[in-house]
Structures are given as structure tokens and as C-alpha cells.
């Protein structure tokens, strides 16, 4: 796993990170400005090397309040800023974040490991959040008319719902965060934001740009911390506070809705997925095999949206099996800073630990494993991308999300099988499948489960739609028009006839 290439643009990458690095703010940013926070400072590490990449400012309970305190006297001012203006500050930092590409895809790979085109990709998926929320920021609308009696006119508006605390997760550290932010800010919310302890640096270059379009202080703060839960529940706690938003497991968002339910905030909760891959008797193989390296091999399997379970009908299931393993075991792992990488480590050891555990639970219940299966020799969190054939329905593999490279595949005879073992789960966030046949097809989309679903392509994610799920999978949702009501409340006006 070394770094491939001409020694000059090896030496051309490093210089480039060291200076990056050496430029990425490494406070709270409290009130426009950049504070200290009042916990013992700790360190954000490569998970491709292991090597620390800088040592980040901790903030404390009194340093989350700090913060509150900030998006609650900013609130009534960026409220009343007109909307075109919300919307063009918006806009220049979508701009700034296009000349500042290389900056935060090389920060995304140093800090989270995934390869630099998929940084890339998210970099322009991210700022597609600012560009579509600056548009939708001129189009709060509401609605003006006579009751229905003649009695009176009704006049129904639109307003920001308040102060919001967004919990943004590590696997896109840019994209949740623009996924998030741009509709608050184009809503007329001011926010506070905790981003993950794995990958909290992007935030911190993300939230100077913000400053540097235009963002007024107070309007966005930032909260870097370790102690996330202790840090959190006096925040969502504070009546002041009126919306939270969180990306992350299952387990958590359950804990943080209860949080949230004393005060009765708004929730945006995306959470976990167990995601059906469904490869039907006529499907296109070639076209589902390359559906299935995006829909799991995406951010090295680290996505809520990854297929999880791969439900593909017995008389293509070997072939299948085949052809994914063939174009698996093309793929060429390492640092993602290097440009011939496509796959890269996992966030952390205890994320290979879990991947192997479940890898290993699914061999003993009598899965047959065609490739992978192992960890690398050398530094960093790697593990072999995986296929499993054969495994069984008890597999914790398939009851659990992976969050990890490993296809794990199970076969069925009749489309009602499958259905059924696509619906077979607590979660549904996006289920993926596969046919020819397009009243087939349009059975699928009616009949799985799931808040999003993908049909004949595994990669559906596009800021111009409403992301989220259904069941344990979350609710509320993220991008297109549905996006900005998440931040705004409705306000009826009667004014009776004279």
C-alpha cells in the first residue's frame, strides 16, 4: 500500500497536504470568531497510515452553550435578512467551494480515507446543496384566500423554525454538512454544528469558507468535541433550541428523539439501512454487476445507502457471484491520496473489527467465501473487499448493517420470495433492483419497503431529491423541495370578512 506514481507528484501530493493541513483551522468557531474550546485538545488521525494529522481544540459543555448562546442572539437578524440575500451568500460559497476543490477533496481522503475521485464526486455532490438551496431560499412561499364559507380570507405563511443543532456523521463529512446547513441558512435558521470526532476537519475548512462568502457571526458556530453525549443533551435540552437534525445509527437517533421529545423540537433523523439489492431472473447482469460495485464499494461499503443484503435469483446467482468477484478483485487498495487507488481503508480498527466479526459469523453459519475475507499486511484500518455466496438468513451479516466492502449473497425462486425477504427487515432507508421488465420493475418500486429506492442503478443520491427513510431508517427528509420545510414552520391567519 504505498504510494504509486512519479517521485515528483508523490512529493507534489505531500507538500500539497502538509500545507492544506497547516491551514485547516484548528479551533471552535463560536460567534464568527475562533476560540479555544475548554477540554483536553485531541488528535484526528489517517486511517490509510495511522499517523496523526493535527491536533483539533475540544469543546466542553459550557463551550456547546457558548455556542447556543450564539445562534440564539443571531436568530431574529438572519431571519429578517431578505431572502435574496440569504440566497446569494449561499451562492458564493457554492463558488468558493468550486476553487477550492482540491483543498477539500485532499482534506476528505487525509482524514476519512476514501479515494480522491470519490472526493472529488463529493465535493460537487456537496455543493450541489448550496446551489439548489440558493435558489429555493426566493421560493418560501405561502398561500392567501377565501374560506371555504366566504367568512373570512385565510393567509398561511412560512417562517424559520429557530435555532437548530445539526449532528453531522464522518462517512461525507462535506456533503451532511452542506446537506444540512444550506437549507437552514436558506430557511433563515441559524444553526450550531457538531461534526464527527473521526472527520471533523472538513467542517472546520467548510465554516471558514462560510465566513468567507458572507455568513454573518452567530449565524454558524461550530462545535468540535469528544464528548459528544455529554456535550449534546444540555444543547437539546435548552428550550431555546427549536430543530434537530442527525445523521448516525439507529441507536442514537432513537436516544436523541427521546432528548428531543421534552422540549418537542422538530427532528430530521437519518439513520441506519439494511439496504435489499435485488437481481432479478432477467436482469441485465452485466449492468447489475456494475450497479452492485457502486451501491457497495461506494466510500469502501461506509454508507447508509450501501446495499447490504444482495438477493439475487438462483438460476443467475453463480454468475453473478462470478462476475462481481472478477471485477472486485480489480480494484487496487491504498492511500485514496494516491490517484490509482479506487479503494481505501476503513474509518478505523474498531470498523475492520466489526467488518471481520460479521465476515466470520456468516463462514461459521456456511456462506462460501469467493474473495477477500482477510486484513492486509501494513499500517492503516484495510480490509479485503468480500464476496460471500450462500449465506444464511440467521447471518448477523445480513440482520445488521455492515457499514463495510462485503457482498454477502442470497438466492430465491419467485419474485414474492424476494419481496418478501427485501421487506424482512426493521430498516428501510433504499432498496436497490434489477429487471428487464419494466411492469416488473414498477412492481418493485411498489412493493419494497423503502424511503428511496434505485431501480437498474445503485447510486441514487442527487441534492435535487428528498433523501430519507422509512421504519427504523429515520424520518423527515434531506434535499429537494421537501428539504426547506424541514426548517420552516407554517403560521394560519384568519381575518374575518368585514
Known amino acids: 500500500m504505498t504510494l504509486t506514481g512519479e517521485p515528483e507528484a508523490q512529493r507534489s501530493r505531500a507538500q500539497h497536504s502538509a500545507t492544506l493541513l497547516a491551514r485547516v483551522p484548528d479551533q471552535l468557531y463560536i460567534n464568527g470568531q475562533w476560540v479555544n474550546g475548554t477540554g483536553e485538545p485531541f488528535m484526528v488521525t489517517d486511517p490509510a497510515t495511522g499517523q496523526v494529522l493535527k491536533q483539533i481544540q475540544n469543546a466542553s459543555v459550557a463551550d456547546g452553550a457558548r455556542a447556543l448562546d450564539a445562534a440564539v442572539a443571531a436568530a431574529d437578524a438572519w431571519a429578517a435578512t431578505p431572502a435574496r440575500v440569504r440566497a446569494e451568500v449561499l451562492r458564493r460559497a457554492f463558488d468558493l467551494l468550486q476553487e477550492r476543490r482540491k483543498d477539500f477533496a485532499t482534506l476528505m481522503t487525509l482524514e476519512m480515507g476514501k479515494p480522491i475521485a470519490e472526493a472529488n464526486g463529493e465535493v460537487t455532490y456537496g455543493g450541489e446543496f448550496l446551489r439548489w438551496f440558493s435558489e429555493e431560499a426566493v421560493r418560501i412561499s405561502g398561500r392567501y384566500g377565501a374560506t371555504p364559507e366566504g367568512t373570512g380570507t385565510m393567509v398561511v405563511t412560512q417562517r424559520p423554525v429557530g435555532p437548530c443543532y445539526l449532528i453531522t456523521p464522518w462517512n461525507f463529512p462535506l456533503a451532511m454538512a452542506t446537506r444540512k446547513i444550506a437549507p437552514a441558512l436558506a430557511a433563515g435558521c441559524t444553526v450550531v454544528v457538531k461534526p464527527a470526532e ?109 446495499a447490504n443484503r444482495f438477493i439475487v435469483h438462483a438460476s443467475i446467482a453463480a454468475e453473478f457471484g462470478r462476475r462481481l468477484t472478477e471485477r472486485v478483485n480489480a480494484l487496487v487498495s491504498g492511500p485514496g491520496t494516491d490517484p490509482t487507488v479506487n479503494f481505501g481503508p476503513l474509518v478505523s480498527e474498531a470498523a475492520v473489527d466489526n467488518v471481520a466479526a460479521l465476515v466470520q459469523d456468516a463462514l461459521a453459519r456456511g456462506a462460501t467465501l469467493l474473495t477477500g475475507g482477510i486484513r492486509p499486511d501494513g499500517p492503516g484500518s484495510f480490509y479485503a473487499p468480500t464476496v460471500l455466496m450462500g449465506v444464511a438468513a440467521d447471518s448477523s451479516l445480513v440482520r445488521e448493517e455492515i457499514f463495510g466492502p462485503v457482498v454477502g449473497i442470497q438466492t430465491f425462486v419467485t419474485d414474492e420470495e424476494a419481496i418478501q425477504m427485501a421487506n424482512d427487515t426493521e430498516y428501510g432507508l433504499i432498496g436497490y433492483a434489477f429487471t428487464t421488465d419494466i411492469t416488473r420493475g414498477h412492481r418493485m418500486i411498489d412493493s419494497i419497503d423503502t424511503g428511496m429506492m434505485g431501480l437498474n442503478t445503485g447510486l441514487v443520491s442527487n441534492a435535487a431529491a428528498p433523501f430519507g427513510g422509512v421504519k427504523q431508517s429515520g424520518l423527515g427528509r434531506e434535499g429537494g423541495l421537501e428539504g426547506i420545510n424541514e426548517y420552516l414552520s407554517t403560521k394560519y391567519t384568519l381575518i374575518p370578512s368585514s
Do not use: H, Y
Open 198 to 306: 473521526l472527520t471533523p476537519l472538513t467542517t472546520l475548512l467548510f465554516v471558514q469558507l462560510l465566513a468567507d462568502a458572507g455568513v454573518p457571526a452567530g449565524v454558524v458556530n461550530v462545535i468540535t468535541t469528544t464528548q459528544s453525549q455529554a456535550v449534546s443533551a444540555p444543547i437539546i435540552a435548552d428550550p431555546r433550541l427549536r430543530k434537530l437534525s442527525f445523521t448516525g445509527s439507529t441507536g442514537v437517533g432513537r436516544t436523541l428523539i427521546t432528548q428531543a421529545a421534552r422540549n418537542v423540537l422538530r427532528t430530521s433523523m437519518e439513520l441506519g439501512g439494511n439496504a435489499p439489492f435485488l437481481v432479478l431472473a432477467d436482469a441485465d447482469l452485466e449492468q447489475a454487476v456494475t450497479g452492485a460495485m457502486l451501491a457497495k464499494f461506494r466510500n469502501t461499503g461506509q454508507a447508509c445507502t450501501a
